[in-house]
């Protein structure tokens, strides 16, 4: 089977899942107040922000910060555990698939919902950018590719942190402590962005990314740069390493 | 009887390791913000309990909430997962009962998890402030509220997590809750009553007569949702 097709069934196992709900409902949370709160960014000349740039900001900072890496923890379980009832992942590894493809191709299958989770939200930017710019009487709405490049920017430094999360859902068998410890490394990245090892803490690299643009734009708070090297070599050791470990480990206790 | 039950089918779910270990990490969160800087608070003329609420109580509370959403899942989960629900339905015992003895075993592990907490508060006053009278029934005060904020939580998630058949939406729903419970201003009273909104208020930034206000909140909030529970299950059971 090739490795596209893999990657097919997995989406069609998740088809039923509702978790496109769960990926929209918080970004639809996120943007009303943003939109409601539109004459806010008007106080921020203090700051040296722009209002559009602010708009802009202020949600993808909330997003990045919080709710992106728990959702990836929520896909993380919906990607274990749709085939736990019933046994489904045994027969699944009695068809001859080799098991680093199938754990490959479900790691695919999270960075694709994590593509589809940032859509979302720069659809919903450009929409509630849109309404607040009418509401307001004010241009919110940035060039797309200036909004396309923070998104990206945000979605790639989330690769290692995905592999992270991936790495726990697979190695630890018990869910409460795969669970419970990838959404325990949620709340320390505020503290780690501060430090001076920060790359070494890949759940801080979304908001340290967007941090240190929000610094870029609000000329007044001073600079809050970073360097990519050693960040980025850091950050591929750590991709490649969860990677091949949640390989290694994907359905070994199943196997036996 | 049914607590009992409840409590051994939660045994190899490692839900009291994850909850011993979840109060330690948030019993961390003072300790450490005292050990590296340790200069900005105790040079500040506020009382000592205040500050450490203050500084840390956030990171707390978040920590807490994440337990009682994990906790609440977990709980549900070992039902759902192989359809033990199903034979749950064919025993002489009440959904409800059930559902009850899932919220007291979750509010008990809560307490443990704020005793844990409280512990780790009476140490950093008694390590880098000095320990003054009224400080246990100060320390036993606060936590005695935190508690009681967090038991309409508490009630909420066990719901979600009795309603919701697969994990990722019950875990969803509650990580959604959580996630607005954060964008809600602290100052806004109407809005901090969201259940998930109140186990970040404390003691401290609370005015007396909100106090009250936010007490009888919790009372209304737990009555609503445990209503709306057995209603539910009623219903449900007609439809099964």
């Known amino acids: 089977m090739s490795f596209l097709s893999l990657i097919g069934v997995e989406l069609k196992k998740i088809q039923h899942s509702k978790i496109l709900w769960i990926l929209l409902i918080p970004i639809v949370l996120l943007w009303i107040p943003a939109v409601i709160n539109a004459d806010l960014n008007f106080d921020t000349q203090l700051e040296g922000i722009s209002p559009e740039n602010n708009f802009l900001v202020q949600s993808f900072m909330g997003f990045a ?171 591929m050791a750590f991709t490649v390493i969860c990677l091949v470990i949640s390989c290694i480990r994907f359905g070994q206790v199943e196997g036996r | 009887m049914s607590i009992c039950l409840e409590y051994k089918k939660l045994k190899r779910t490692g839900f009291l390791p994850a909850f011993f270990g979840g109060g330690l990490l948030s019993a961390f969160v003072p300790i450490g913000n005292m050990m590296f800087r340790s200069e900005i608070f105790v040079n500040s003329p506020e009382p000592a309990l205040k500050i450490l609420f203050n500084a840390n109580w956030q990171m707390m509370a978040m920590l807490n909430l994440f337990l009682i959403v994990i906790g609440a899942c977990i709980m549900y989960h070992t039902e759902y997962a192989d359809n033990a629900m199903q034979k749950m339905d064919a025993l002489p015992i009440r959904q409800s009962s059930n559902f009850f003895s899932k919220f007291f075993i979750l509010t008990v592990s809560i307490i443990a998890v704020l005793a844990i907490e409280a512990a780790s508060l009476a140490f950093c006053i008694h390590h880098w402030f000095s320990l003054y009278d009224e400080f246990a029934i100060e320390l036993l005060k606060s936590i005695g509220y935190a508690a009681i904020l967090a038991v309409p939580t508490l009630i909420l998630m066990t719901g979600i997590a009795s309603i919701c058949k697969n994990m990722w939406i019950s875990l969803g729903v509650g990580i959604i809750c959580m996630f607005v419970a954060t964008m809600i201003p602290k100052t806004n009273f109407i809005l901090s009553l969201f259940p998930f909104a109140l186990p970040f208020q404390t003691l401290w930034d609370t005015e007396s007569t909100r106090i009250f206000q936010f007490i009888c909140g919790v009372g209304i909030e737990t009555g609503v949702f445990g209503m709306a529970e057995l209603i539910y299950l009623k219903v449900r059971r007609k439809f099964q």
């Open chain 1, 65 to 235: 910060w919080f709710m992106y890496p728990a959702s990836l923890v929520i896909c993380t379980v919906l990607l274990n555990q749709t085939e736990r009832s019933n046994r489904g992942i045994l027969k699944m590894f009695s068809l001859p698939i080799s098991r680093f493809k199938l754990c490959l191709a479900k790691f695919v299958v999270l960075l694709i919902l994590a593509v589809v989770q940032m859509v979302m939200m720069l659809t919903m930017y450009f929409l509630c950018a849109a309404i607040a710019s009418s509401i307001q009487d004010y241009q919110f709405i940035l060039s797309p590719l200036i909004v396309l490049k923070e998104a990206g920017m945000i979605y790639l430094s989330s690769i290692p942190m995905a592999t992270v999360y991936w790495m726990l859902a697979t190695c630890i068998q018990t869910p409460i402590f795969s669970i419970g410890i990838g959404l325990a490394t949620i709340v320390p990245s505020v503290l780690a962005i501060n430090t001076k090892m920060w790359f070494l803490y890949p759940m801080c690299y979304p908001f340290m990314i967007i941090t240190s643009e929000m610094h870029k734009m609000a000329t007044n708070l001073g600079t809050f740069s970073y360097k990519l090297f050693p960040w980025i070599p850091v950050a």
